[in-house]
């Protein structure tokens, strides 16, 4: 049984440790203390190109090993928009000329946590750079397999950008490569909504493909099964080398190396025990990589299909006709899938697609064909032009019935709902309803675990204590405020009426409806010897009657929340799950949240200039 592992729960206590140190600090990218000097600078750093250059929204990135006293730091390059800099290559060393400046952390509830995300790639650092020189010495032995991979992948994305529009061309290389950052933000949002988002992130679709290759030029060349299985192993790495070495891509590849060595030593194998000894490696070389959100979503997402597809294989019958029964079990597994993952989804995008189960039974085949439609055309036009315009007319057919199906999936009424992150609470009983379902067909513990959960979803709310009098300050638009009371009331003060991103912070913020607008007002709330200034387009600001106060410039949507019991001002920066401040007597919630309508009165004047303006420290 799966539970009766210990690799199993090697990983998982492994990954909770390396989770409980990332929370604490311990997990971070090496940061050099000398640099800080110049951070927020414009800076010349030398270094060499240590990943392959990709395409995104705002330019070209890459990242930059750079020696330093404390040891070798890495920072995220960004290059500017246009064609791809030449001889910009792993291994090859550079001058870039830029403003230098540290990861970002999540400044709102569903906002891309940098910090974390560049963590996992050994990143602490962002060079944002409009000037680079490149050294003409050719790079390392090393490093000729990335650069191979690179120049691939950019001779293939050309030729999509040569014989096709450039949004389908942009398409069709998120589809190949997994370069989304070229598709426009409604192609993004409808294919987001339709659930096809994990079709843009190159993983097992791929990898798997270019093993499939490899092993049919083996076979073409006649070599044996050993050979066969070498050459399906190197044609994979080299994919995943292409597309740079992401989670998704490594995951992939690390499964079907240890079930073509099971197979090569003749030994038992599954998929369940791949995925285990994939997970175990990656948690052991890069711990931070592991703990990153493609990762999360890779495994969490293959570890479902594992999971619901035996299950539902006994559950449908046998005597359905076969395509029918294929697409019963193809909807369950997408299902599942959606339940694995709601909690990362909600986390991250507070959005989660409703219809994907089903957009998916027309979305995953038509992305393998459309995979195999690149290649075909990427060949064409290097070795036969003449026939390259029928396979983009082929390609471009195939990349216009995928973007409809994801327009009309998408506009579909509940297609998409938006969904608040989760609580402490509401984690344990997922945790619980996971267990439950892993241990079946184990009725009595099953419906144990079950119960456990039902109880504790119903009890956290009442056992949690209330949440504590707050403002969250927006910038859309600018100059607006969410205030929350302890009985989960909303005001929002602004210049003019909240629009969807406003409602859908009140939501994400646990606030429930907005019970009242105030448009076109500045109020300043008092509450004991704290005040908030609300509603001022200049930037909000939270003060303390007595004493130290800070002053809180405009940050992005619900980046920073000022909590309040009427005697203390806690400020701290928003992350997912945080939502909630330290508890405060009842008796002094149900004053504050009395009295502060009637004690609101607009705002004196401008602002006080002698005010000390304080930075206050992330959490």
């Known amino acids: 049984m799966l539970l009766w592992r210990p690799l199993l729960w090697a990983v998982l206590l492994g990954g909770a440790a390396a989770f409980a140190a990332r929370r604490e600090g311990r997990l971070p990218a090496p940061r050099d203390p000398s640099w800080r000097a110049k951070a927020w600078r414009t800076v010349g750093l030398e270094g060499v190109v240590a990943g392959s250059v990709r395409r995104t929204g705002r330019g070209w990135r890459t990242v930059l090993d750079v020696p330093a006293p404390s040891g070798v730091q890495r920072a995220v390059l960004w290059l500017p928009k246009g064609p791809p800099p030449p001889g910009c290559e792993p291994g090859r060393r550079i001058a870039a000329f830029g403003r230098l400046r540290p990861t970002r952390p999540a400044r709102d509830p569903g906002d891309y946590d940098e910090e974390a995300a560049e963590a996992g790639r050994g990143a602490a650092w962002v060079l944002e750079a409009g000037r680079v020189e490149v050294s003409s010495a050719p790079p ?136 285990t000894l994939a997970a175990a ?83 995953i085949p038509l992305a393998g064909l459309l995979l195999y439609a690149a290649c075909v055309l990427a060949a064409l036009d290097a070795w036969a032009p003449a026939a390259a315009a029928w396979a983009a007319r082929a390609a471009d057919a195939g990349l216009a019935l995928f973007e409809r199906i994801c327009l009309r999936a998408a506009s579909v009424p509940g297609a998409a709902v938006s969904a608040p992150a989760w609580g402490g609470a509401d984690y344990a009983g997922y945790a619980l309803v996971l267990a439950a379902f892993l ?56 210049p003019r009426p909240p629009d969807a991103a406003a409602r859908r912070a009140a939501l994400a913020l646990g606030a429930g409806p907005v019970a009242r607008v105030l448009v076109g007002r500045r109020l300043v709330v008092r509450l004991g010897v704290v005040s908030l200034r609300l509603g001022d387009p200049a930037g909000p600001a939270a003060r303390r009657g007595e004493g130290p106060f800070a002053i809180i410039g405009r940050p992005r949507a619900g980046a920073l929340e000022a909590a309040t019991d009427g005697s203390s001002l806690v400020v701290r920066v928003l992350r997912p799950g945080l939502f909630r401040g330290p508890g405060v007597p009842q008796r002094v919630q149900a004053g504050l949240a009395g009295d502060a309508g009637a004690r609101a009165r607009p705002a004196q004047g401008a602002r006080d200039q002698s005010l000390d303006r304080e930075r206050t420290p992330p959490r």
């Open 439 to 494: 241990a079946w067909p184990r009725r009595r513990l099953a419906a144990g675990l079950t119960a456990a959960a039902v109880v504790a979803w119903a009890l956290a709310p009442r056992l949690a204590p209330p949440p504590p009098v707050c403002a969250v300050f927006l910038s859309r638009p600018p100059g607006a405020a969410l205030l929350r009371f302890s009985g989960g009331r909303a005001w929002f003060v602004g």
């Open 281 to 363: 490696a990656l948690l052991a070389v890069q711990p931070a990589a592991a703990l990153s959100l493609g990762a999360l979503l890779s495994f969490g997402g293959v570890a479902a299909i594992l999971a619901a597809s035996s299950r539902l294989d006994a559950l449908v019958p046998s005597r359905w006709p076969r395509l029918p029964r294929h697409a019963a079990i193809l909807l369950g597994v997408g299902a599942a899938m959606t339940a694995v993952l709601w909690p990362l989804l909600a986390a991250t995008f507070l959005r989660v697609s409703m219809i994907g189960p089903l957009a998916n039974l027309a979305l």
């Open 140 to 275: 390392a032995a090393r490093f000729w397999p990335q650069v191979w991979a690179q120049r691939a992948r950019l001779a293939a994305e050309a030729a999509f950008e040569r014989r096709l529009v450039p949004y389908r061309a942009a398409l069709l290389a998120a589809l190949a490569f997994g370069e989304g950052g070229g598709l426009g933000r409604a192609t993004s949002a409808a294919v987001r909504d339709a659930g096809g988002m994990h079709l843009l992130v190159a993983g097992a679709q791929g990898v798997w493909f270019a093993a499939a290759a490899g092993a049919l030029a083996a076979f073409l060349l006649g070599l044996r099964p050993l050979g066969r299985g070498a050459c399906a192993l190197a044609a994979a790495a080299f994919y995943a080398l292409m597309v740079g070495a992401d989670p998704p891509s490594v995951r992939a590849w690390l499964m079907l190396g240890a079930a073509s060595a099971a197979r090569a030593l003749d030994r038992p194998s599954s998929m369940s025990a791949a995925l």
